[in-house]
């Protein structure tokens, strides 16, 4: 195991009415005067809204509004938003919705105390000194922003879509109450649920050996996840499955499960290319790309694909020919997948083959490499989204 340090600051609140008691929580994090940020209107049909002002009136929390955060959120917003809380003075920012909600208002909360352009630091590394302080209500167990460090934005202007990463962006508490999903379609559930897989495989295909501990709190969340979906995807309403997944979405992302250990990225970094060119759900993009990157590169560790296809679904063992298993195993996973009803490849996603070349270049590997489980060159990139681009059953 590698030598680590792992700082996960936020308070979660979990459970039923959990959102009434947002307006106690703002205060008790120092915020006096918030922006409640929300999407494109989810969260004013379920009343969900109402709730969260009440809440803040009755602790005396003062607040302006904007909503309009779209799926893949946009740099737009986030100026409108870094001037408004300019003009009114917030001192912190409420995030009521999603992973694109979330992130959004991360990005509003770096660039508020900012002198130069919030995007300097998206895509760069830039490190990030000073943020407001965020809390969330989140709607949708997916991209685990409640917990993670991590905000992921698309810059209109040539639909570029870029990440930064600070503990500073690390909300100081969020607020799960899994009854809040079961208003989500089951599409949106099904994208949540593969990206939540997805969080989890970045750090499962690792090149740190006997890293026992976190390779079978993956597969707790893994094996969760398998159960629950398809639970969920057939009646929406059942609590006891949404809050598993709902917290399974939370651990997959705060880093928990992935410290100590060499994590790969590269599904996300090639999905990212695709969300941004065709505005397509982050979780339905991962579907596609990331069963194709495990059939590149699984000869790079046979065993550990194994692992996964005998531990996380079930597969029989194949001593003679271990190959045959670890294939079996993405075989399982691709048809996991298509059972939720994610797409599976480039015409189920609406995603065009001969637009390859240009994901490729947007990547911008140019004659390097991108690092991970595998590194990858640019060529090889083009061969996974060729993967992807074909796949079938
Ligand atoms: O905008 P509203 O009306 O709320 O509708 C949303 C949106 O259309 C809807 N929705 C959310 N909660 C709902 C609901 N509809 C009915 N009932 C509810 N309870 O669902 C749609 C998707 O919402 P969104 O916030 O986009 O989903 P998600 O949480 O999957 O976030 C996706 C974004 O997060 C980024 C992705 O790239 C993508 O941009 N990611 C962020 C990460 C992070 N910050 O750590 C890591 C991830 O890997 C990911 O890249
Ligand atoms: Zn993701």
């Known amino acids: 195991m590698d030598n680590f340090s792992f700082y996960s600051p936020t308070e979660f609140v979990f459970g ?26 989810s969260a004013v049909r379920s009343g969900l809204l109402d709730r969260v002002k009440a809440s803040l009136d009755a602790a005396g929390v003062t607040y302006v509004t904007l909503g309009g955060v779209q799926p893949n959120p946009r740099d737009t917003l986030i100026y409108k938003g870094i001037e408004l809380c300019r003009k009114e003075n ?33 895509g760069t590394g830039k490190p990030v000194e ?5 809390g969330t209500v989140l709607t949708i167990a997916a991209a685990g922003s409640e917990g993670s460090g991590a905000s992921v934005v698309t810059k209109e202007e040539g639909m570029l879509k870029r990440d930064v990463g600070s503990d500073m962006l ?32 970045e750090r499962y295909f690792t ?25 969920v995807i057939e009646n929406p309403d059942n609590y006891e499955a949404r809050a598993n997944i709902m917290w399974a979405g939370t651990v997959a992302h705060n880093d928990i499960v992935g410290v100590g250990r060499s994590q790969d990225w590269n599904s996300h970094g090639l999905e990212h290319e695709l969300s941004g060119l065709y505005d397509v759900a982050h979780g339905a993009g991962l579907a596609v790309v990331m069963p194709a990157w495990m059939e590149f590169v699984y000869k790079h560790n046979i065993n550990r694909f194994c692992q996964m296809a005998t531990r996380v679904f079930g597969c029989q063992m194949n001593f003679e020919n271990p190959e045959a298993t670890a294939l079996q195993g993405i075989k399982c996973f691709r048809k996991f997948l298509h059972e939720i009803g994610m797409p599976i490849n480039f015409e189920e996603l609406g ?20 690092g991970g489980f595998v590194s990858l060159t640019a060529a090889d990139v083009t061969e996974i989204y060729t993967i992807a681009s074909k796949a079938t059953l």
């Open 16 to 41: 039923k009415g959990q959102e009434n008691n947002c307006g106690a929580l703002v205060k008790k994090y120092g915020g006096s005067r918030v922006l409640i940020h929300y999407g494109g209107g």
């Open 90 to 122: 917030v001192d912190f920012i409420l995030s009521v919705g999603g992973g694109s909600c979330i992130d959004s208002s991360k990005g509003i909360a770096l660039g508020v105390p900012y002198d130069g352009d919030f995007w300097d630091f998206y």
């Open 130 to 134: 000073k943020a407001l302080p965020i």
């Open 170 to 201: 690390r909300p100081r508490f969020s607020v799960l109450n899994p009854e809040l999903t079961q208003t989500l379609p089951p599409y949106q559930t099904a994208c949540g649920a593969t990206d939540i897989m997805a969080h989890v495989f």
């Open 207 to 231: 090149n740190t050996p006997e890293v026992e501990i976190t390779d079978r709190l993956c597969e707790a969340i893994l094996i969760t996840m398998v159960k629950e979906t398809p639970r």
């Open 351 to 370: 995603a065009k083959a001969e637009d390859i070349p240009v994901l490729v270049e947007k990547l911008g590997i140019g004659d390097g490499t991108r």
